[in-house]
Nanobody, 130 residues
């Protein structure tokens, strides 16, 4: 059974930092490109970052580029998102999600997801406010 469990969401001040983690099980983590996405109530899902199977390739949305860093530990089957210089507009529910093979990473990243499925976690809330 595929499981993805996010953690690390919290209330942070503007300019602050948070580190999200996503513990995974039920599939061969090292074989899949992974992503982080977020959703604000009333708006669609937005992918913010993706990472290739070996971590050598990363993608970021313009809204987080230069402030967020995605990484992974294939020995621990865990995905991370380091979030720095947080802004109020980063407030959202953050999800980790499986993308697929490396060859599909860019296309999947650039295609707005319509809905979550079994290859997504349940999310962790990030709130940026003073």
């Amino acid at each position: 059974q595929v499981q993805l469990v996010e953690s690390g969401g919290a209330l942070a001040q503007p300019g602050g930092s948070l580190r999200l983690s996503c513990a995974t099980s039920g599939f061969t983590f090292r074989d899949y490109a992974m992503s982080w996405a977020r959703q604000v109530p009333g708006k669609g899902l937005e992918r913010v970052s993706a990472i290739s199977t070996d971590g050598s390739g990363t993608l970021y949305s313009d809204s987080v580029k230069g402030r967020f860093i995605i990484s992974r530990d294939n020995n621990q089957n865990t995905l991370y998102l380091q979030m720095d210089s947080l802004k109020p507009e980063d407030t959202a529910l953050y999800y980790c999600a499986v993308i697929g093979p490396d060859g599909s990473m860019r296309q999947q990243f650039n295609t707005p997801p319509r809905a979550r499925n079994n290859w997504w976690g349940q999310g962790t809330q990030v709130t940026v406010s003073s």
